[in-house]
């Protein structure tokens, strides 16, 4: 079946420095969706970003990520880490050609970053 | 728009007893779906309908879990004989037809002692 692997499930960060989410994928369907959701504490996880196009960089509120369907991997990635982004991140896929729009989350990873 | 409603925020069930989580999903969203939320397994996919029909629960514990949709305003999902290991928090979410992405409520957080 279907799965997503975020190896890291911490990440430590000084405020300031790059951010790099690793997000890795198997899938028997070409037509996957891979996103990104975040998931502050006390809060519902909401989207911040998505995409199923192969090489297409996708960005928002600062973050972005490219789908590349040769490696299987939706790796997230920040210029500069803040405070603010101190958070469980989540990778997950959807096949949209079996038209079942269920996901297949990763683990997660904990975003910290320290002052 | 309220977003996704999700009743209770909390609940605390003796082991044995029964659990009904509510969702309310968002106006016009046809697809409905449950996540369960723990530490140690992340999210899993629980089950999904779309224009209320149950379309895939395959994620669903056979023997005491069940859920409905009764409406299109709300789901419920029931946790029977509830065990320490249901404690989780149980997050609803909804979408529009044909959208990939969704909204997700705030989630009822479930301890059973």
């Known amino acids: 079946g279907d799965s997503v692997t975020q190896k890291e499930g911490l990440v430590t960060l000084t405020e300031g420095l790059p951010v790099m989410l690793n997000c890795t994928y198997q899938t028997i369907y070409s037509n996957a969706f891979l996103f990104w959701y975040v998931h502050y504490l006390n809060e519902s996880p909401r989207l911040l970003l998505k995409s199923s196009t192969d090489n297409k960089r996708t960005e928002h509120q600062g973050f972005h990520a490219t789908l590349h369907k040769s490696s299987s991997s939706f790796h997230l990635q920040k210029s500069s880490a803040q405070l603010s982004d101190s958070a469980l991140y989540y990778c997950?896929?959807?096949?949209?050609?079996?038209?079942?729009?269920?996901?297949?989350f990763g683990a997660g990873t904990r975003l910290k970053v320290i002052a | 728009n309220a977003g996704v409603i999700q009743t209770p925020r909390h609940k605390v069930t003796g082991k044995g007893q029964e659990a009904t989580l509510w969702c309310e999903p968002i106006s016009g969203h046809s697809a409905v779906f449950w996540y369960r939320q723990t530490i140690v397994q992340g999210l899993e996919f629980l089950t999904y309908f779309r224009n209320q029909a149950p379309i895939d629960d395959s994620g669903m514990p056979k023997e005491r879990f069940s859920a409905q949709m009764p409406n299109q305003s709300h789901s419920t999902l029931k946790i029977q004989s509830t065990q320490p290991q249901d404690s989780a928090v149980y997050l609803c979410?909804?979408?529009?037809?044909?959208?990939?992405?969704?909204?997700f409520g705030s989630g009822t957080r479930l301890l059973v002692i």
């Open positions: 997950a896929l959807s096949d949209r050609g079996t038209g079942n729009y269920k996901y297949v």
């Open positions: 979410a909804s979408s529009f037809p044909g959208r990939s992405d969704y909204t």
